[in-house]
């Protein structure tokens, strides 16, 4: 699709609906996540396809009323023909809208010879692109396009592969530590289609989007559906779970870093401590002691069998979980670690 020499860079250049599309947007930004992006830099991850041209078309907009600046980043995955076409078609989107862009080409395929885990090292690849340009940018934050579809497909996902609460909620808004925003995250991919085309904004599609290879396109065209097919409203059941899923991780972190600065060591909880607490606060304080040794989610089956090996005192009971860690009961409390054999 041709790009225009110029598309809408202000609120006042769209007609009144997309402004107010935007301003809800921002509302969302102040309101859920509570972000002040005043004087930062937002890296916008700018795929070319709809999500993302309209994300960096309403970021740009805002900019000016949220006091920051924008900057779009666009990774070329080498994976399709097509591909080094697109990368043309991003930086001339960046033009027409007046955003400072920077777009690579990485060869995610060479990294998987045998053509099996593409969809990981895919993934892999454009965190480390973003966060390479967020260092070289000075950028905050990075902004990515996820919306209330992609949510919903991502508690789908999280269901079947055993998460809990409040986990199952879906993916945050807002991730202090990687500093990544969504702020289209309760907003359904018809209205972004619908301001797309309203705007006339040029966005290339993406065929790997209907490979049903990948888990999330089979999510995407097969599940999701059926469950809209059940309930028409079934996204705005999402968006409540989200919520509730949002107040309920906010008590509870703040709950287990109360417990953590009471330890002398994260790596061990001792049994007088932990029976002092409730089960629910129990169990989200071994994830957290899990999640400090290392990369590797523990799922809530897992966990569930550690907190029964726990109150019924089975001593000397290894728990295995994801990363190669281990949680081993015994008459003192819990002992968490990485196997020795699996170090280095």
Known sequence: MTVPNRL????????PTAAHFCLDVERFLREEP???????????AYSGGVDSAVLLTVLNALAPRLGCTVHAAHLDHGLR?????EAKHALAFCTALGVPGTARRVDVGARCPNGTGIEEAARKARYNFLTSVQAETGARFIAMGHHLNDLAEDVLMRLTRGSGWPQLGGMRCFDPERGL?????????????????ELS????????????AYQRNRMRHSLLPLFLKENPNFLQSVASLWRSSRQDREFFDAEVQKQLKTLADPTFLPRPHLTELPAALRLRLYKAC??????????AD?????????????GGKTIQFPGNKQAKVN????????????EG
Not at 8 to 15: A, I, S
Not at 81 to 85: C, D, G, K, R, W
Not at 181 to 197: F, G, K, N, Q, S
Not at 293 to 299: C, F, I, K, S
């Open 181 to 197: 925003i969504r702020p289209l995250l309760m907003t359904p991919r018809a209205d972004i289609e619908a301001l797309a085309r």
């Open 201 to 212: 904004l040029p966005w290339v599609e993406d065929a790997s989007n209907q490979d049903p």
């Open 331 to 342: 008459a003192r409390g819990i002992d968490f670690s990485i196997e020795p054999n699996a």
């Open 302 to 314: 897992s966990l569930n069998r550690l907190e029964t090996a726990f109150t019924s005192g089975e």
């Open 81 to 85: 023909p097509e591909s080094a076409a």
């Open 8 to 15: 809408p860079r202000t609120l006042q250049e769209m007609p």
């Open 290 to 299: 899990l999640e400090a040794l290392g990369p590797g989610q523990p799922l």
């Open 34 to 44: 509570g972000l002040d992006l005043s004087g930062s830099t937002i890296v916008c």
